[in-house]
């Protein structure tokens, strides 16, 4: 059986793309939640991109009472020590992998994808980019956290430690805590990944003075990728 419950959404700014961006919303949320970024970022880069926006399945979610609601995996709770989802976020992350191996039928192969979420999606996104078997362009986490941490702390296969990676979170974010920003940096960190740590005086949510950080993060990660094309 399929992850996916149907099909994500797809937004193609010109012939022949060039890049696959890939974004998975936040809990409740569904694909549709992020579509204005085919607007934001399609200027990021001079070449056509691919925008996909995966809708997660409807699942029992324990954290919100046990309401079934769009998740891409179980919560069991808010706190650092709370147990976590492990079989759910790595079926998820499996999907999300299988989603990027599939951009080379449209001649994307997974150098040229930029992978990427808000909250409960940037923590799927965050943890396939940085443990996954495909090395990609660039890695954006929104008000989120690298989830399964001890996972990573073990010494799983890491073949994008290299990759630009943008975390972006609100100061004042009751959801998930600027705690975990600020953990989830350190931990990259001491393993020798160079994570951007941007910071705003928002609660759970984007501003323009993040967008715009992200379109400057966006504009020279993707230089940096057309250069190793080049090599």
Known sequence: MS??????????????PHYAFIWLH?????GHDFAGFVETFAGATGKAMRF????????????????????????????????????????????LTDLIGE??????????????GFSQGGAVALYTALTGPRHLAACIGLS???????????????????????????TDDLMVPYAFALKTHALLGAHGIAAELHTYPIGHDINDTEIGDLRAFLARALTHCDLADRR
């Open 3 to 16: 992850f996916f419950e149907q099909p994500a959404l797809q937004y193609v700014t010109g012939p022949h």
């Open 26 to 30: 936040g809990l409740g949320a569904d």
């Open 52 to 95: 996909i926006f995966p809708h997660a399945p409807v699942q029992t979610v324990t954290l919100n009472g046990g309401a079934r609601i769009p998740a891409w995996f179980d919560l069991y709770g808010t706190r650092p020590e709370d147990p976590q989802d492990e079989a759910g976020i790595q079926r998820a992350s499996q999907a």
């Open 103 to 116: 951009q080379a039928g449209h001649g994307i192969p997974a150098e040229r994808v930029i992978l990427g």
């Open 144 to 170: 989120t956290y690298l989830p399964l941490a001890h996972r990573f702390a073990e010494g799983l296969p890491r073949i994008n430690d290299g990759i630009p990676v943008f975390l972006g979170h609100g």
